[in-house]
């Protein structure tokens, strides 16, 4: 069994309107969660984009649903001291009523630290503040009030690192996710590895969610398919100059691409490897359809 959250990317064109319109879409439609990614500007180098800070946008998504789960999907720990990303993570979890994920992650696009003029330090200096940070972050909730409401927040950690992502996450994580499609045998070793970490200190594994995020293509049929992948050529920059046929094609290597039906059966070998949530990354940001074609036909085949 599996649910479905949307993930938003919030540097790529989103507004104010459209997050509230987001918020309150995805919440009616059914979806069990909302997330956005943490930046500061496009990832894709399409640097005039809107894009609206992410823990202001939080602390609106907890006032306007009631419902959903909902977080970031990550902040990294450069950006904010972690007893700082504590307090906020509190504040919006607290006006949520209890429905706040806070993801976490070391960060990685160092041309916006540099835009910005965040340190930059070494991958180990960036994965050693993490691990720090999340120690920070549990004793700032012990010692401040308020408190959230269920005395801490639960974490997501994503990232499939053997060494140091996976034993981290078997150690802090309420969910384990991954970034695009992995090929099934991946997916089925990073599960096993994560099970076998938790195991090693004594924690049951079924505890932790685990989740990956991709795009998708969704239609009634092949023709709707076309349509959708014409769209996207004015949102991913590498499809820019391709047909609608290539379009697909190439989103078939790491997105999940049919009807609501087919979309279920390519998640199905992923249920069996003991996927939990589908966080629908959603590129097309006014297209409402795509969304509620995914929860009418591809939800229930998974639930």
């Not at 309420?174 to 089925?188: F, I, N, Q, R």
């Not at 996207?232 to 100059?241: E, G």
Request: charged share 25%; hydrophobic share 40%; proline share 6%.
């Amino acid at each position: 069994m599996a649910v479905l959250g949307v993930m938003i990317e919030g540097q790529e064109g989103l507004t104010w309107d459209r997050w509230r319109h987001l918020c309150e879409v995805v919440e009616e439609l059914g979806f069990e969660s909302l997330w956005r990614s943490d930046h500061f500007f496009s990832v894709m180098g399409e640097y005039q984009r809107d894009c609206i800070e992410t823990w202001v946008s939080l602390a609106l998504c907890a006032e306007w649903t009631k419902r959903i789960t909902f977080g970031p999907n990550v902040s990294p720990m450069t950006f904010r001291p972690p007893a700082v990303l504590a307090r906020m993570a509190t504040s919006v979890d607290l006006l949520a009523g209890g429905r706040l994920v806070l993801g976490v992650g070391a960060g990685w696009y160092e041309e916006e630290h540099t835009a910005f003029h965040i340190p930059y330090p070494s991958l180990k200096q960036r994965f050693d503040r993490l691990e720090e940070g999340i120690a920070i972050i549990r004793e700032t909730w012990e010692k401040s009030n308020p408190k959230p409401p269920r005395g801490s927040v639960p974490l997501l950690i994503g990232g499939g690192g053997e060494k140091r992502t996976i034993p981290l996450a078997a150690r802090e994580a309420a969910e384990w996710g991954m970034g695009g499609k992995p090929d099934l045998e991946t997916y089925g070793r990073k599960v096993a590895l994560l099970a076998e970490a938790c195991e090693a200190i004594g924690r049951d594994p079924t505890e932790i969610k685990r989740s990956f995020q991709c795009g998708y293509l969704v239609g009634r049929d092949g023709k709707e398919i076309l349509e959708r992948a014409a769209q996207m050529r004015s949102v991913i920059p590498r499809f820019k100059d391709m047909e609608p046929s290539d379009v697909v094609e190439a989103a078939r290597a790491g997105w999940l691409v049919g009807t609501p039906a087919e979309i279920a059966e390519q998640l199905r070998p992923y249920l069996e490897l003991g996927l939990t949530r589908w966080h629908v990354q959603h590129f097309l940001l006014d297209d409402d359809e795509g969304l509620r074609l995914l929860m009418e036909g591809t939800a229930p085949a998974i639930a």
